[in-house]
């Protein structure tokens, strides 16, 4: 039975550091076990219903809020303060590789978006349409960007002369509209931001090379930045962007043991050139048809990071995109002193390239304890003043609750060290779980009872032919994920039809 006044205690969120160690299991108090409570009660427990904690996280982590007009969503400055972390992080790798950043048009005249056949019929039942301009009716429609392969074949074909300008190496940061019928925050939305990277390309063998660096520099920022593990793949046929040759994929595991596409990158070959008349004079001083690639990704990449790492306190944000890094959190501030030390905290950890904030409100305790929680601060930094007199500081990580006493001298080298290991934290706990639920199956009957049972990556051989994607997903309830780079033998014949196989390849529910 819990110790009522040590739950009392609690409840008045006395330091859990001196007194109380917080672990994975129970609290305790002075020797007494109690149970370990959540701070944030408003969330959803994950393991009641994970879609409810997801949209529960969402609001109360105040990232989103929802817009007056049906699935739209206002990104609040803590969402958009992680979009801008990893906008900033991806940018920077992008123009290692030479990628400039444009601007294209946000509405696409119909005739344009229809001059290739498959792109169109691929997003026509999401294409919002703009009809009148002011008063006036429009002579034609115009759509508002899904995609923007036609924009950027439109101006190619206007600006490009000679091999000698190529390649050209665009991206652009903006948002784009597709007619969703079923919306969640960050998964799937009227409107997303993005970023949409279009190359074109003197030969076919450098446009192929281009989509594979560009899926790797994908792979590389969510699992060095995001901490998330990926499994690297091509998709099916079927399941490949309207218009490519080829897509490839980083396909991701959530906590719930769902899939989620991350980014895909995508070879057009000279198809889209053809389409729009997109020429230049080769080196034979003939007229030839330029390679084409796009990639790109998205704002789920933060819904993502909640579904990995989060947990029924709220966020658990990585700290390469943390709005904030660490937080000081000065204890018992009205005694003498310690609001003038926490700010010494403050301005050391500044000094040192942290991204800090100082909570020197006249809020609870417990209060800036739940909050900070919810909001997956990486680290807390407590001061007060016994620790003063030891010439110590508290360093909680919102990880693993672990508490660790720095001593203040050291605090400006041992921070950054400790928001390393956070970080590595996360990808191995997140790495376990997409390592531990990966099944191998032999049919469809075994594949849909061990997704049943266990959920995850169920892989199997394939023949390579639609229909059995097709009697995978109606008799197990699975998509194709990805066709894995990393390709097992497990058997000589297909698991749906017992035909030869072709490939290995990984199924999934999927976001």
Same mark, same amino acid.
């Given at each position: 039975?819990?110790?009522?006044?040590?739950a009392r205690l609690y409840n008045k969120?006395?330091?859990?550091?001196?007194?109380?160690?917080?672990?994975?299991?129970? %609290?305790?108090?002075?020797? @007494?076990?109690m149970a370990k409570e959540k701070r944030?009660?408003?969330?959803?427990?994950?393991?009641?219903?994970?879609?409810?904690?997801?949209?529960?996280?969402?609001?109360?982590?105040?990232?989103?809020?929802?817009?007056?007009?049906?699935?739209?969503?206002?990104?609040?400055?803590?969402?958009?303060?992680?979009? &801008?972390?990893?906008?900033?992080?991806?940018?920077?790798?992008?123009? *290692?590789?030479?990628?400039?950043?444009?601007?294209?048009?946000?509405?696409?005249?119909?005739?344009?978006?229809?001059?290739?056949?498959?792109?169109?019929?691929?997003?026509?039942?999401?294409?919002?349409?703009?009809?009148?301009?002011?008063?006036?009716?429009?002579?034609?429609?115009?759509?508002?960007?899904?995609?923007?392969?036609?924009?950027? +074949?439109?101006? %190619?074909?206007?600006?490009?002369?000679?091999?000698? &300008?190529?390649?050209?190496?665009?991206?652009?940061? +903006?948002?784009?509209?597709?007619?969703?019928?079923?919306?969640?925050?960050?998964? !799937?939305? !009227? &409107?997303?931001?993005?970023?949409?990277?279009?190359?074109?390309?003197?030969?076919?063998?450098?446009?192929?090379?281009?989509?594979?660096?560009?899926?790797?520099?994908?792979?590389?920022?969510?699992?060095?930045?995001?901490?998330?593990?990926?499994? !690297?793949?091509?998709?099916?046929?079927? $399941? *490949?962007?309207?218009?490519? $040759?080829?897509?490839?994929?980083?396909?991701?595991?959530?906590?719930?043991?769902?899939?989620?596409?991350?980014?895909?990158?995508?070879?057009?070959?000279?198809?889209?050139?053809?389409?729009?008349?997109?020429?230049?004079?080769?080196?034979?001083?003939?007229?030839?048809?330029?390679?084409?690639?796009?990639?790109?990704?998205?704002?789920?990449?933060?819904?993502?990071?909640?579904? #990995?790492?989060?947990?029924n306190n709220g966020l658990v944000l990585?700290?390469?995109? #943390?709005?904030?890094?660490?937080?000081?959190?000065?204890?018992?501030?009205?005694?003498?002193?310690?609001?003038?030390?926490?700010?010494?905290?403050?301005?050391?950890? @500044?000094?040192?390239?942290?991204?800090?904030?100082?909570?020197?409100?006249?809020?609870?305790?417990?209060?800036?304890?739940?909050?900070?929680?919810?909001?997956?601060?990486?680290?807390?930094?407590?001061?007060?003043?016994?620790?003063?007199?030891?010439?110590? +500081?508290?360093?909680?990580?919102?990880?693993?609750?672990? @508490?660790?006493?720095?001593?203040?001298?050291?605090?400006?080298? !041992?921070?950054?060290?400790?928001?390393?290991?956070?970080?590595?934290?996360?990808?191995?706990?997140?790495?376990?779980?997409?390592? $531990?639920?990966?099944?191998? #199956?032999?049919?469809?009957?075994?594949?849909?009872?061990?997704?049943?049972?266990?959920?995850?990556?169920?892989?199997?051989? %394939?023949?390579? $032919?639609?229909?059995?994607?097709?009697?995978?997903?109606?008799?197990?309830?699975?998509?194709?994920?990805?066709?894995?780079?990393?390709?097992?033998?497990?058997? &000589?014949?297909?698991? +749906?039809?017992?035909?030869?196989?072709?490939?290995?390849?990984? %199924?999934?529910?999927?976001?």
């Amino acid at each position: 039975m819990v110790d009522k006044a040590a739950a009392r205690l609690y409840n008045k969120y006395l330091r859990p550091r001196a007194d109380i160690t917080a672990g994975q299991g129970p %609290w305790r108090l002075r020797g @007494k076990v109690m149970a370990k409570e959540k701070r944030v009660e408003q969330i959803t427990d994950m393991e009641v219903d994970f879609a409810q904690w997801y949209t529960d996280i969402c609001r109360k982590a105040e990232l989103v809020e929802y817009a007056s007009v049906k699935g739209f969503t206002i990104l609040r400055p803590y969402g958009y303060a992680i979009w &801008e972390n990893m906008q900033r992080i991806m940018d920077a790798e992008f123009k *290692k590789t030479g990628h400039v950043n444009v601007a294209m048009p946000v509405l696409i005249p119909e005739s344009l978006l229809k001059k290739e056949g498959e792109l169109v019929n691929g997003f026509a039942p999401e294409v919002a349409w703009v009809t009148m301009g002011g008063s006036e009716q429009l002579e034609e429609r115009l759509a508002f960007r899904p995609t923007s392969e036609t924009m950027f +074949c439109d101006h %190619w074909s206007r600006v490009l002369h000679s091999y000698r &300008e190529l390649p050209m190496l665009y991206n652009q940061w +903006c948002s784009v509209i597709r007619w969703e019928k079923t919306t969640r925050p960050f998964l !799937r939305s !009227r &409107e997303f931001w993005w970023q949409e990277g279009h190359t074109i390309h003197e030969t076919a063998e450098e446009a192929q090379a281009e989509t594979e660096q560009q899926l790797n520099c994908y792979a590389d920022f969510f699992e060095k930045v995001l901490a998330i593990p990926v499994v !690297r793949g091509r998709k099916t046929d079927k $399941e *490949k962007f309207a218009g490519a $040759e080829a897509t490839y994929t980083v396909e991701c595991m959530m906590k719930d043991r769902k899939a989620l596409q991350g980014a895909t990158s995508h070879y057009f070959g000279d198809k889209f050139s053809r389409a729009y008349n997109v020429t230049f004079t080769g080196r034979d001083n003939k007229l030839q048809y330029p390679f084409q690639t796009s990639w790109g990704s998205t704002t789920r990449m933060i819904g993502a990071v909640i579904m #990995a790492h989060g947990d029924n306190n709220g966020l658990v944000l990585p700290p390469h995109v #943390a709005p904030i890094q660490a937080v000081v959190v000065p204890v018992a501030q009205h005694k003498p002193g310690v609001l003038e030390k926490a700010n010494e905290l403050y301005e050391t950890l @500044k000094a040192a390239g942290v991204r800090v904030t100082l909570d020197d409100s006249d809020n609870s305790l417990g209060w800036k304890c739940a909050q900070y929680e919810m909001k997956g601060v990486p680290l807390r930094v407590e001061i007060g003043p016994k620790d003063m007199e030891n010439g110590v +500081c508290m360093a909680v990580r919102r990880d693993n609750g672990e @508490k660790i006493s720095i001593v203040i001298d050291e605090l400006a080298a !041992r921070v950054p060290e400790l928001l390393e290991q956070v970080q590595q934290g996360l990808y191995e706990k997140a790495k376990k779980n997409l390592d $531990e639920h990966i099944y191998a #199956a032999h049919s469809i009957e075994e594949a849909k009872e061990l997704q049943e049972k266990n959920g995850g990556f169920i892989k199997t051989m %394939w023949c390579g $032919e639609e229909a059995c994607e097709l009697k995978m997903k109606e008799q197990a309830g699975m998509s194709s994920r990805c066709i894995p780079f990393h390709q097992e033998k497990l058997d &000589e014949v297909c698991a +749906c039809c017992g035909k030869p196989a072709r490939h290995m390849i990984f %199924w999934g529910v999927a976001y």
